[in-house]
């Protein structure tokens, strides 16, 4: 059974920097989509980085409004998923959250990892989230 649980959402001033991460179980890191997406407030949740285990870095996503400023990477041996987020600006503040999907689910349900988007299946897994806010 996957099960996923973030850290590290905090309250920061624009400009600075914050690194969340997600622990995983039950994941295998050969041949799942890992996920961050983000929803503020009175908004739909947006997917923001992914990450295609096994695949190598051109499987790496990242939305146009964190692109260059946020960075997803995993660690096997931790089995964590970060994402490094630098030069915070108010927009960012939000629920972060972290998922995970099998490769197989979107093969069959149409899902997609990277490189131009990301999108998981009904059958996806997902943490409680951790929450980020920016102040100007």
């Known amino acids: 059974q996957v099960q996923l649980t973030e850290s590290g959402g905090d309250s920061v001033q624009a400009g600075g920097s914050l690194r969340l991460s997600c622990a995983a179980s039950?994941?295998?890191?050969?041949?799942?989509?890992l996920a961050w997406f983000r929803q503020a407030p009175g908004k739909e949740r947006e997917g923001i980085a992914s990450i295609l285990t096994g695949s190598g870095s051109n499987s790496i996503y990242y939305s146009d409004s964190v692109k260059g400023r946020f960075t997803i990477s995993q660690d096997n041996a931790k089995k964590t998923l970060d994402l490094q987020m630098n030069t915070l600006k108010p927009e960012d503040t939000a629920m972060y959250y972290c998922?995970?999907?099998?490769?197989?689910?979107?093969?069959?349900?149409?899902?997609?990892?990277?490189?131009?988007?990301?999108?998981?299946?009904?059958?996806?897994?997902w943490g409680q989230g951790t929450q980020v806010t920016v102040s100007s």
């Open positions: 039950g994941v295998t890191y050969t041949s799942f989509c």
């Open positions: 998922a995970a999907d099998t490769l197989g689910n979107l093969l069959v349900y149409g899902g997609t990892c990277g490189p131009a988007g990301v999108k998981l299946s009904d059958s996806s897994y």
